[in-house]
């Protein structure tokens, strides 16, 4: 499970990366669901 570092960043499982074709320097966009939770999205 991903952890949020001092910084406040995320690391996204290497897996999760493959599948869904994110590469470094990616932008994506995080989006809240009420207080459900939140999930990121690819952008462009």
């Known amino acids: 499970m991903p952890k949020i570092t001092?910084?406040?960043q995320i690391?996204?499982?290497q897996v999760i990366?493959?599948?869904f074709?994110?590469?470094p320097g990616m932008d994506v966009e995080i989006i809240v669901e009420g207080e459900q939770g939140a999930?990121?999205?690819k952008q462009g």
């Open 39 to 41: 999930y990121c999205e």
């Open 21 to 23: 074709g994110f590469i």
């Open 11 to 13: 690391t996204i499982p």
């Open 17 to 19: 990366r493959n599948m």
């Open 6 to 8: 001092s910084k406040g």
